[in-house]
Protein backbone atom coordinates (compact mmCIF):
# COMPACT_ATOMS: atom_id res chain seq x y z
CA UNK A 1 0.00 0.00 0.00
CA UNK A 2 1.68 3.39 -1.01
CA UNK A 3 0.41 6.78 0.01
CA UNK A 4 -1.94 7.19 -3.34
CA UNK A 5 -2.74 3.35 -3.40
CA UNK A 6 -6.69 3.59 -4.58
CA UNK A 7 -9.86 1.79 -6.07
CA UNK A 8 -9.04 3.25 -10.19
CA UNK A 9 -8.91 0.42 -13.13
CA UNK A 10 -5.57 1.66 -14.75
CA UNK A 11 -2.18 -0.25 -15.18
CA UNK A 12 0.25 -0.19 -12.46
CA UNK A 13 2.79 0.99 -15.21
CA UNK A 14 1.46 4.62 -15.90
CA UNK A 15 3.88 7.11 -15.01
CA UNK A 16 3.57 9.16 -11.20
CA UNK A 17 2.72 12.58 -13.53
CA UNK A 18 0.00 10.44 -15.48
CA UNK A 19 -1.51 8.83 -12.44
CA UNK A 20 -1.52 11.94 -10.83
CA UNK A 21 -3.55 13.74 -13.79
CA UNK A 22 -6.53 10.80 -13.20
CA UNK A 23 -6.48 10.32 -9.37
CA UNK A 24 -9.10 12.35 -9.25
CA UNK A 25 -11.36 10.99 -12.06
CA UNK A 26 -13.80 9.74 -9.74
CA UNK A 27 -14.48 11.63 -6.40
CA UNK A 28 -16.98 8.84 -4.96
CA UNK A 29 -17.13 5.22 -4.02
CA UNK A 30 -19.76 2.85 -4.12
CA UNK A 31 -19.27 -0.86 -2.19
CA UNK A 32 -21.76 -2.96 -2.57
CA UNK A 33 -21.66 -7.11 -1.81
CA UNK A 34 -24.06 -8.83 -4.31
CA UNK A 35 -25.29 -12.05 -5.18
CA UNK A 36 -26.67 -12.94 -8.15
CA UNK A 37 -30.57 -13.78 -7.13
CA UNK A 38 -30.22 -9.34 -6.80
CA UNK A 39 -28.65 -9.35 -10.19
CA UNK A 40 -30.97 -6.64 -12.34
CA UNK A 41 -31.68 -4.66 -8.95
CA UNK A 42 -28.20 -4.07 -8.54
CA UNK A 43 -27.56 -3.15 -12.40
CA UNK A 44 -30.24 -0.26 -11.73
CA UNK A 45 -27.93 0.97 -8.86
CA UNK A 46 -25.08 1.04 -10.43
CA UNK A 47 -25.93 2.60 -13.55
CA UNK A 48 -27.21 5.58 -11.70
CA UNK A 49 -24.00 5.69 -9.50
CA UNK A 50 -22.03 5.27 -13.18
CA UNK A 51 -23.75 7.81 -14.68
CA UNK A 52 -22.50 10.27 -11.26
CA UNK A 53 -19.41 9.66 -12.24
CA UNK A 54 -18.67 6.92 -9.06
CA UNK A 55 -16.00 4.06 -8.62
CA UNK A 56 -17.81 0.80 -8.32
CA UNK A 57 -16.49 -2.02 -6.40
CA UNK A 58 -19.14 -5.44 -6.49
CA UNK A 59 -18.26 -8.05 -3.12
CA UNK A 60 -19.53 -11.15 -4.37
CA UNK A 61 -20.66 -13.08 -1.55
CA UNK A 62 -21.98 -16.21 -3.50
CA UNK A 63 -18.67 -16.38 -5.70
CA UNK A 64 -20.89 -16.31 -8.70
CA UNK A 65 -18.64 -13.53 -11.03
CA UNK A 66 -19.33 -14.98 -14.20
CA UNK A 67 -23.28 -14.25 -14.28
CA UNK A 68 -22.27 -10.58 -14.17
CA UNK A 69 -20.04 -10.21 -17.29
CA UNK A 70 -23.60 -9.77 -19.45
CA UNK A 71 -24.07 -6.31 -18.20
CA UNK A 72 -22.49 -3.14 -19.23
CA UNK A 73 -21.40 -2.02 -15.36
CA UNK A 74 -19.63 -6.07 -15.43
CA UNK A 75 -16.42 -4.73 -16.74
CA UNK A 76 -16.52 -0.92 -15.27
CA UNK A 77 -17.01 -2.07 -11.53
CA UNK A 78 -14.27 -3.99 -9.67
CA UNK A 79 -14.94 -7.60 -8.51
CA UNK A 80 -14.02 -8.85 -5.11
CA UNK A 81 -15.33 -13.02 -4.19
CA UNK A 82 -15.43 -14.60 -0.74
CA UNK A 83 -17.99 -16.96 -0.04
CA UNK A 84 -20.66 -16.38 2.59
CA UNK A 85 -19.02 -12.90 3.65
CA UNK A 86 -20.88 -9.80 4.78
CA UNK A 87 -20.67 -6.45 3.85
CA UNK A 88 -19.00 -5.17 7.03
CA UNK A 89 -16.35 -7.89 6.37
CA UNK A 90 -15.57 -7.00 2.83
CA UNK A 91 -15.85 -3.32 3.97
CA UNK A 92 -12.70 -4.20 6.81
CA UNK A 93 -10.59 -6.26 4.26
CA UNK A 94 -10.93 -4.23 1.29
CA UNK A 95 -11.59 -0.75 2.22
CA UNK A 96 -9.09 0.25 4.34
CA UNK A 97 -9.05 4.40 5.06
CA UNK A 98 -5.44 4.64 2.85
CA UNK A 99 -6.97 2.91 -0.17
CA UNK A 100 -9.97 5.07 -0.25
CA UNK A 101 -8.78 8.74 0.88
CA UNK A 102 -9.03 9.84 -3.36
CA UNK A 103 -12.67 9.70 -2.61
CA UNK A 104 -14.86 12.38 -0.57
CA UNK A 105 -17.78 10.15 0.09
CA UNK A 106 -17.74 6.33 0.69
CA UNK A 107 -21.35 4.46 -0.16
CA UNK A 108 -21.75 1.20 1.35
CA UNK A 109 -25.20 0.02 0.51
CA UNK A 110 -27.36 -3.20 0.83
CA UNK A 111 -28.03 -4.78 -2.65
CA UNK A 112 -32.05 -4.73 -2.42
CA UNK A 113 -32.04 -1.03 -2.28
CA UNK A 114 -34.68 0.44 -4.99
CA UNK A 115 -33.16 3.49 -6.89
CA UNK A 116 -35.94 4.62 -8.72
CA UNK A 117 -36.37 8.04 -7.04
CA UNK A 118 -32.50 8.47 -5.97
CA UNK A 119 -30.25 11.25 -7.50
CA UNK A 120 -26.84 10.78 -6.10
CA UNK A 121 -25.25 14.36 -6.95
CA UNK A 122 -28.48 15.21 -5.31
CA UNK A 123 -28.22 13.60 -2.59
CA UNK A 124 -24.34 14.43 -1.54
CA UNK A 125 -25.66 18.36 -2.26
CA UNK A 126 -28.05 17.21 0.77
CA UNK A 127 -25.00 16.02 2.86
CA UNK A 128 -22.91 18.64 2.03
CA UNK A 129 -25.22 21.30 2.50
CA UNK A 130 -25.95 19.47 6.19
CA UNK A 131 -22.68 18.92 6.97
CA UNK A 132 -23.36 15.66 7.69
CA UNK A 133 -20.34 13.09 8.16
CA UNK A 134 -22.17 9.76 8.41
CA UNK A 135 -25.70 9.57 6.61
CA UNK A 136 -28.19 7.53 4.81
CA UNK A 137 -30.60 8.29 2.31
CA UNK A 138 -34.47 7.51 3.94
CA UNK A 139 -36.51 4.86 2.08
CA UNK A 140 -39.39 5.42 -0.43
CA UNK A 141 -43.10 6.05 1.90
CA UNK A 142 -44.15 3.41 -0.81
CA UNK A 143 -41.98 0.97 -0.40
CA UNK A 144 -42.94 -2.53 0.97
CA UNK A 145 -39.62 -3.34 2.75
CA UNK A 146 -40.10 -0.40 6.06
CA UNK A 147 -39.48 -2.45 9.05
CA UNK A 148 -38.79 1.15 11.07
CA UNK A 149 -40.95 4.24 10.41
CA UNK A 150 -37.86 5.71 11.15
CA UNK A 151 -36.56 5.45 8.31
CA UNK A 152 -39.25 6.66 5.81
CA UNK A 153 -38.50 9.40 3.87
CA UNK A 154 -40.02 12.57 4.94
CA UNK A 155 -42.41 13.42 1.72
CA UNK A 156 -42.10 17.57 3.16
CA UNK A 157 -38.64 17.68 4.66
CA UNK A 158 -35.28 17.39 3.71
CA UNK A 159 -33.69 15.75 6.30
CA UNK A 160 -34.18 15.03 9.95
CA UNK A 161 -37.72 15.36 10.88
CA UNK A 162 -38.60 15.05 15.11
CA UNK A 163 -41.81 13.70 15.74
CA UNK A 164 -44.20 12.09 17.80
CA UNK A 165 -43.36 8.36 18.36
CA UNK A 166 -45.86 6.94 20.34
CA UNK A 167 -45.66 8.66 24.11
CA UNK A 168 -42.25 10.02 23.16
CA UNK A 169 -41.72 13.22 21.31
CA UNK A 170 -38.63 13.45 19.48
CA UNK A 171 -36.81 16.50 20.11
CA UNK A 172 -33.09 17.75 19.15
CA UNK A 173 -32.47 17.34 22.87
CA UNK A 174 -33.38 13.24 22.02
CA UNK A 175 -30.76 10.40 23.56
CA UNK A 176 -32.09 7.44 23.36
CA UNK A 177 -34.92 4.97 20.71
CA UNK A 178 -37.09 5.26 19.24
CA UNK A 179 -35.99 9.02 18.75
CA UNK A 180 -31.69 8.17 18.12
CA UNK A 181 -29.76 5.19 19.72
CA UNK A 182 -30.79 3.42 15.91
CA UNK A 183 -29.73 3.69 13.08
CA UNK A 184 -30.89 0.85 10.52
CA UNK A 185 -27.58 0.45 7.99
CA UNK A 186 -28.74 -0.76 4.64
CA UNK A 187 -27.15 2.30 3.02
CA UNK A 188 -24.86 4.45 4.70
CA UNK A 189 -22.69 6.97 3.50
CA UNK A 190 -18.96 8.13 5.13
CA UNK A 191 -17.11 11.08 4.35
CA UNK A 192 -13.69 10.07 4.08
CA UNK A 193 -12.64 11.26 7.48
CA UNK A 194 -15.87 9.10 9.18
CA UNK A 195 -14.75 6.43 7.03
CA UNK A 196 -11.34 6.36 8.87
CA UNK A 197 -13.11 6.41 12.12
CA UNK A 198 -15.74 3.72 11.32
CA UNK A 199 -13.70 1.16 9.70
CA UNK A 200 -11.27 0.95 13.08
CA UNK A 201 -14.11 0.18 14.93
CA UNK A 202 -15.81 -2.17 12.81
CA UNK A 203 -14.49 -6.25 14.45
Known sequence: MQVRSDLEIRPLWMSSSSRQASVNTNKNLLAMPVGIMQKENVDNVVQKFLAANFTIILFHYDGNVDGWWDLDCGDKAIHVVAHNQTKWWFAKRFLHPNVVSIYDYI????????????????????????????????????????????????RTKTWRVYELRGKTKCSKASEG?????????MAPVFTRSAWYCAWHLIQ
Do not use: M, N
Open 107 to 154: FLWDEDLGVDHFDPKRYLQIVKTAGLEISQPALDPDSTEIHHKITIRS
Open 177 to 185: PPCSGFVEG
